[in-house]
């Protein structure tokens, strides 16, 4: 499947490297609280989700959000939808959204502004990858473990059509595995 990547922007050990630096640094921020409530906006934030709270050494709770802001296209709808929610009481809890990709902000936005309404003590946000260039909302993420340029990526995750999700590293998919934007 490394054969459809154009390039490879970001290797595996990079990954875990990087992964690991941000666990630390994600600990280091909750020195002073007893637990925190991780929510992953899966599919997307699967894998790192999976790798980053085993960095994370102290009492993680997790649960999960799906939030649809992409058809099987490259092209993003405007406004996300939530389509799963959560599951755990937030009231009181310190809470950690982790993403696979900061991208427009949208995404990022609509999910804080929802977990604000649930009264946690504090929210912060962790996206692997960020495309500051590509920003439409003010959005300022807490942690980020890459800045990639405009271009269209997938492995670690992030998917073309919920394929590419398995790939170790992060790459740019070969244009000509793109469908056209007509495809929807
Ligand atoms: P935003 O709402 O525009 O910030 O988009 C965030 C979501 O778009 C991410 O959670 C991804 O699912 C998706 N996305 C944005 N850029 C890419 C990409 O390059 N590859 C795969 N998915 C992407
Ligand atoms: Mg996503």
Redesign the pocket.
């Known amino acids: 499947m490394i054969e459809d990547l154009e390039s490879i922007l970001v290797t595996e050990q990079e990954l875990r490297e990087r992964v690991e630096v941000l666990g630390s640094e994600i600990r280091e921020t909750y020195a002073d609280v007893d637990e925190i409530t991780v929510i992953a ?1 899966i599919n ?1 934030a699967l894998l790192f989700t999976a790798d980053l709270i085993r960095q994370i050494d102290m009492p993680v709770r997790i649960d999960c959000m799906r939030v649809s ?2 058809r099987n296209d490259i092209d ?1 709808v405007q406004e ?1 939808e939530i389509i799963d929610m959560l599951r755990l009481d937030l009231e009181g809890q310190h809470v950690l959204i982790i ?10 936005l609509r999910v804080i502004n929802e977990i604000k309404r649930l009264k946690p003590a504090s929210v912060r946000f962790a996206a692997l990858l960020e ?1 500051e260039a590509r920003r439409e909302v003010d959005v300022k993420p807490d942690f980020i473990g890459f800045n990639i340029p405009d271009q ?3 492995g670690y995750g ?2 073309f059509a919920e394929r590419y999700r398995q790939l170790p590293c992060i790459g740019v998919l070969r244009p000509e595995l793109q469908n056209p934007p007509s495809w929807i």
């Open positions: 906006i997307g802001s992409y993003p996300p993403d696979d990709i900061l991208d427009t902000g949208h995404t990022c495309k269209f990526v997938v992030l998917d």
